[in-house]
């Protein structure tokens, strides 16, 4: 069975910072790395590891390093996207060594699972907090479902096509949803799309698709659907996706911290 594993903007600051001044997100990503390993004998082998963008928070080469420091508790191999809060090279740098890793242009790249293909597109415009799928991923993205008709794809990008009622996040999402959307609906096969950038778990139907947003591993945007609301998170729980196949692309959301005891349900119903 094909799993794999959706991370999504651990914001990582230099060592020995908060990022915004208020969240340890070191701290926080070393939890949810922590659950993994736990829940990992609890539901088998996983394929890979996905960082759907926001890897860190000023894209700077000390945070990448951070960053790699703290995925090397991983036991699972993992590759990355880009967000807004990345920066293209460096994060190219960080990981020249990888040979999924493009060596130059967005840094998209797919990979064909057992049951579905992963394909993941770099939305990011440099200097700016929205996202534009530039010709080359749109064109990478068309030929890698082309290859494979009527084969189930998850397509991994950081900003979301569609609206959350969160003003500002939603003025900074994918400006050029139209155009994925008339791709993934030419697809024969069952498409998900999963995003980050808005660190809440949010669903909705994207043509034929199924649009889904993944929590931050560490703080979330605060769902705050007030006309000029003020632009502000909150130390919600945490989190990461599980999506596998059943017959189908079934996703989980999983808490980043899952305490380790496990009790039985006894006594009558
Ligand atoms: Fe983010
Ligand atoms: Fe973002």
Request: some cysteine.
């Amino acid at each position: 069975m094909t799993r794999i594993l959706q991370l999504s903007d651990p914001h990582i600051v230099p060592d020995g910072q908060l990022a915004y001044g208020i969240v340890d997100t070191a701290e926080a990503l070393a939890t949810a790395i922590r659950t993994i390993n736990r829940i990992l004998p609890l539901i088998g082998p996983v394929d890979l590891a996905v960082v759907t963008g926001d890897l860190t928070d000023f894209g700077t080469p000390g945070e990448y390093a951070r960053f790699k420091a703290l995925m090397a508790a991983l036991p699972i191999p993992y590759r990355v996207i880009p967000g807004n809060h990345d920066r293209r090279e460096a994060m190219r740098a960080a990981f020249a060594d990888e040979d999924w890793m493009p060596k130059s242009g967005p840094i998209s790249w797919s990979i064909n699972l057992a049951d579905f293909s992963l394909i993941a597109l770099d939305t990011l415009v440099e200097g700016h907090h929205h996202g534009i799928l530039e010709g080359a991923s749109l064109t990478m993205l068309r030929n890698e479902l082309a290859r494979r008709p009527g084969k189930p794809a998850i397509v991994a990008i950081h900003h979301p096509p569609f609206n959350t009622g969160i003003i500002p996040m939603d003025i900074n999402n994918l400006h050029n949803g139209d155009e994925l959307q008339a791709i993934l609906d030419a697809h024969e096969g069952e498409t998900r799309l999963v995003c980050g950038h808005v660190h809440r778990n949010v669903t909705r139907q994207f043509g034929t698709s199924i649009g889904m947003i993944a929590p931050g591993v560490s703080h979330a945007v605060t769902l705050d659907q007030r006309v000029d609301n003020p632009h502000t998170l909150s130390l919600e729980p945490g989190g990461f996706m599980l999506h596998e196949w059943r017959s189908g692309i079934v996703s989980h959301a999983v808490a980043a911290h899952v305490p380790p005891e496990r009790y039985p349900f006894t006594g009558a119903f």
